[in-house]
């Protein structure tokens, strides 16, 4: 809404923060917080603050902000649920809390894929999932949104779950293999792909 003070946690390249500008108008502010700041020196945005920020170590006004949005940020904190506490201080009386993170429920590979490929690629999708929950990750933290966020005292609590379907060769295909390489090394370390 217009005239909003908006903060988003782990902010990545800023597409969210660039339109969140846009949405809060010339009256309204939006700070960007990250570890990684370097991608929102692109953004031409007058009402952006951009704060160079560790959710886990740094503190946080309270009672701060109309809106407070987070990506994909909790799913890798330690500290999850005391992190979103944190979040949700931050917000003013009658405010918005809008937490997105993933559920990982369900991995399938098209059928037509011929049998020993689609074997191998279920291989690396089940070394992948034990090796993102060797190193911390979160795989169930989506389920649990909506109660954890319930149980914080907010007032018409809703969820909303999605199944993604990728196809080869597109941006998100892209960052999956991005996502296996950086995790190659526990990959490798469950034993089930060599």
Not at 18 to 34: K, N
Not at 60 to 77: C, G, N, Q, T
Not at 84 to 105: M, S, T, Y
Not at 164 to 176: H, I
């Amino acid at each position: 809404s217009e005239k909003w003070r908006s903060l988003e946690t782990g902010v990545g390249g800023g597409s969210i923060a660039e339109w969140l500008c846009q949405t809060v108008g010339a009256a309204g502010q939006v700070v960007a917080a990250d570890l990684e700041v370097k991608f929102l020196k692109a953004l031409d945005c007058p009402n952006l603050d951009v704060w160079e920020f560790n959710l886990i170590t740094d503190e946080l006004p309270e009672a701060e902000f109309d809106l407070v949005h987070a990506r994909s940020v909790l799913i890798h904190l330690p500290q999850r649920e005391e992190m979103l506490r944190k979040l949700a201080q931050a917000i003013k009386p009658g405010g918005w809390l809008f937490v997105e993170d993933p559920h990982f429920l369900i991995y399938g590979i098209d059928p037509s894929v011929p049998t020993p490929m689609r074997e191998a690629a279920d291989n690396v999708d089940k070394a992948m999932l034990q090796a993102i929950e060797i190193i911390g990750i979160d795989t169930n933290l989506g389920g649990r949104l909506f109660g954890l966020i319930c149980s914080l005292g907010f007032e018409a609590v809703q969820g909303r779950g999605e199944v993604s379907v990728y196809r080869g060769g597109t941006p998100v295909s892209e960052m999956m293999m991005l996502t296996v390489e950086r995790l190659r090394t526990p990959i490798l370390g469950t034993g089930l792909v060599m």
